[in-house]
């Protein structure tokens, strides 16, 4: 790629970023460098994109420079540190950026790509002038304690940042709670606990009333913690404090236990060790269900509406039976149901293991029950127990007469899961989060979240995060592996299959396919 800033007739300049230049209140005078941010921009819905030879595309980030005129920058600290000597080349070049699509084709346009996460040469805030905040929403996620620590002693030991506030409880603690001042020593050992230490909470998101108190407390960084709500809440966040024309940058962590978060990213942390933790269920109730005649053991598992812990708790385990996820609708009764397959496992092996996605058979249980259309505080629909539910099911067919007797236990791990401390690989890779976020926020950018991409760390318009959900691909490879494995039906007529594989064709439309997690090549 020619260098962005080099290279300005490849772009199609229509900036409306730019016409937001409200004094910022908070800004900060002086400095040793003046900014020189050649803007190149098609605004799509408050976003940067830059287009460039050969179909390539740049889904940028906001920066502070788009909305305050003349900001001063300074060399970044960590050319003085000594950790940070040896590396060959330790700056990130501005114009470096990552490639969404990496299977390509010879005549193929480049694609999509998003900017590089790294340290840059100039920063926009001087150590002594940051006053960064973390906050966590949502539902608790292994890993999240890890993120805080991390930020806080990688603004502290990276950039000589001291001022370090901790927002009690959720969006709702800016206005409502109070704050903890954060520190290394403060933060030592946290990512050894379960949960989150400053508290989390759903709903309460007040933009106005958020705002106002980073206004009023003088923060100027803002990490936010969380799965799609937050992020949408960040983004509006963002959206008032450029509005506002203030010089506060908005770093988003994406959080999400069952990896539902962004078709970009390649996996939510916190992931690794729920799947983890999901063996232990697993391994329980194969153990139950082989100790008994026509033992069954059912095992539910965290995923609303994407089924990847439930599938790759499966794929790990290899005693699982049967894996049912709301991305492939199955049925009960007659020729292909569930009854009959669990029959025929039972005459075959004498027991069976069944993993079973929260979300999955929603339909099949509100025929059913009366559905009760009920949410919770952030507007998320509560859903029915399908374990529960699942398991009567069972009992009731197999309790008919002239059924085998059957002998049904059910576990549900769902919080034992997500309360648990990360494991090692979750450590790493959130501490890279961390990282990749505080040199964002440090280098201007703002707006954003980060995220690996195809393995390398980038920064990711909040559009992208929160405009679709991750979901489990039924016609990839990956899933076709779950049931070769398990050699479970699929539940799909010819038609579904049809239907599914059109379906993918339109979400795919350029983008990477979403069952690959982690990196790793989905072939
Ligand atoms: N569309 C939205 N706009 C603003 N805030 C939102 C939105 N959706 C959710 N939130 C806020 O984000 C926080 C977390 O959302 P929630 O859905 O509970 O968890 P998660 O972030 O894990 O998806 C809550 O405080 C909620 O009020
Ligand atoms: O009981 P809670 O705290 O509302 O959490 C239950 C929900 O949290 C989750 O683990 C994750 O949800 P979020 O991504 O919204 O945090 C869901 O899978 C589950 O339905
Ligand atoms: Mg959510």
Not at 95 to 119: E, L, N, W
Not at 308 to 322: E, G, N, P
Not at 393 to 408: E, S, T, V, W, Y
Request: net charge neutral.
């Amino acid at each position: 790629m020619g260098s962005i800033s080099n290279t300005p007739s490849i772009f199609d300049l229509r900036s409306s970023l730019s016409s937001v230049a409200a004094p910022p209140k908070n800004g900060n005078a002086g400095g040793v460098q003046r900014s020189e941010r050649p803007m190149a921009i098609d605004v799509k819905s408050n976003s940067k994109i830059v287009h460039g030879e050969a179909g390539y595309v740049l889904e940028d980030v906001p920066h502070l420079a788009d909305y305050i005129p003349d900001l001063p920058t300074y060399p970044n600290p960590l050319q003085d540190n000594p950790a940070y000597s040896v590396v060959k080349q330790y700056f990130v070049n501005t114009d470096d950026t990552v490639a969404q699509k990496i299977v390509v084709h010879k005549s193929s346009p480049r694609g999509t790509h998003f900017r590089r996460a790294g340290p840059r040469q100039k920063v926009y805030f001087e150590s002594d002038e940051v006053h960064a905040c973390i906050v966590t929403c949502g539902g608790l996620c292994p890993g999240l304690n890890t993120v805080i620590r991390e930020i806080v002693c990688g603004l502290a030991h990276m950039y000589g940042v001291t001022k370090i506030l901790g927002i009690e409880g959720g969006y709702r603690g800016f206005y409502a709670r109070n704050t903890v001042t954060l520190t290394p020593k403060s933060v030592n050992d946290i990512h050894k606990r379960g949960g989150t230490i400053l508290g989390t909470s759903r709903g309460g998101h007040d933009t106005s009333k958020i705002v106002d108190s980073i206004q009023d407390r003088g923060i100027n960084q803002v990490y936010i913690l969380g799965g799609d709500g937050t992020q949408k809440g960040a983004s509006v966040i963002f959206e008032e404090i450029q509005r506002r024309g203030l010089k506060v940058a908005v770093a988003g962590v994406p959080k999400a236990i069952d990896n539902d978060i962004c078709l970009v990213i390649d996996k939510s942390f916190g992931f690794d060790t729920a799947v983890e933790e999901a063996q232990r269920a697993i391994n329980a109730a194969h153990v139950e269900a082989g100790s008994v005649e026509n033992g069954i053991g059912m095992v539910k598992l965290m995923g609303r509406y994407s089924g990847f812990i439930a599938m790759y708790a499966t794929l790990a385990s290899r005693d699982v039976d049967c894996c049912l996820i709301p991305e492939s609708p199955f049925y009960l009764e007659g020729k292909g149901g569930l009854f009959e397959f669990v029959e025929k496992r039972l005459k075959e092996n004498g027991h069976m293991v069944i993993v079973v996605a929260e979300g999955a058979g929603q339909e099949l249980i509100a025929e059913s029950m009366r559905s009760m259309d009920h949410e919770d505080a952030s507007g998320n629909k509560l859903l029915l127990d399908v374990g529960l539910w699942l398991s009567q099911r069972i009992k009731d067919h197999f309790a008919c007469k002239g059924k085998m007797p059957i002998n049904l236990k059910y576990i549900d791990p769902t919080y034992m899961i997500r309360a648990i401390p990360a494991n090692a690989s979750d450590n790493v890779y959130c501490t890279l989060l961390a990282h990749s976020a505080i040199h964002g926020a440090m280098a201007g950018y703002t707006g954003f979240t980060v995220g690996p991409v195809n393995g390398r760390h980038a920064y990711i318009p909040f559009y992208r995060i929160t405009e679709t959900q991750n979901k489990v691909v039924i016609t990839d490879r990956m899933w076709a592996r779950l049931l070769s494995s398990t050699n479970q039906p699929s539940f799909l007529s010819l038609e579904d299959i049809e239907e599914a594989k059109k379906e993918d064709e339109l979400i795919d439309n350029g983008k990477p396919h979403s069952s690959s997690i982690g990196g790793e090549a989905i072939w």
